[in-house]
């Protein structure tokens, strides 16, 4: 897919690895349209991405309430013209064991809440902009790409059931619809980050970081850049489709 004069949307676009993204798609000719729920940030995102010369609007919404993510990406339509990619990269973290217990009695456990917040946005935010994409793609004439982040914790990692179950499930998806959507042009590809520098990581303690970096065989964490290009990869690549790039330094978990 050429990336010149295409519109791509970006869940999670205002900060972190959707900005990197964006900054890598957008120079490359794309015009972007981030979706953020914070307001502010999107404003600075877009300012920043306008001073490098790239074109970019916000859009504020909920990418887990159907209502929300129906007005954004008609909002897109109307302002931008209909999509022709999309990356799926809003997500959010609330790890717990599922039962933490000492000397045979349960202390803690994961709460339906937690457990929930993280379904309804990484994965049911997945499907619910996955499905407007596709179908403003199918009914604008275009063929697309969608590209949907997933992570290394969807074979499972201590403390997070929630979160690996739905980076798992977005693996999945990104298989199915490979499968369902070729026929309209469309394709689908997936990528799983390792460990990246993030302002997560640049929170944590130095000991810390140096435990969480000694078993990738890269020894160093990826960086935002390192993920993007990986997106990048798959929007121009018209051959590849219900796959997913791996880009972890060579870490398994």
Known sequence: MKLDNSVIAITGGARGLGLAMAELLGNRGASLALIDTDGATLDEAVSALHQAGIEARGFVANVADEVSVKQAFGDIAATLGPVSGLVNNAGILRDALLVKAKEGRVEKVMSLESWQ????????GVFLCGREAASQMIEA????????ISSISRAGNMGQSNYAACK????ALTTTWGKELARYGIRVGAVAPGFIETDMTASMRQDMLDKLTAGVPLRRLGQPEDIAQSVAFIFENAYFTGRVIECDGGLRL
């Open 117 to 124: 917040a993280v379904i309804d946005v990484n994965l049911t």
């Open 141 to 148: 004439g275009n063929e697309g790409v969608i590209v949907n």
């Open 168 to 171: 798992a499930g977005v693996v």
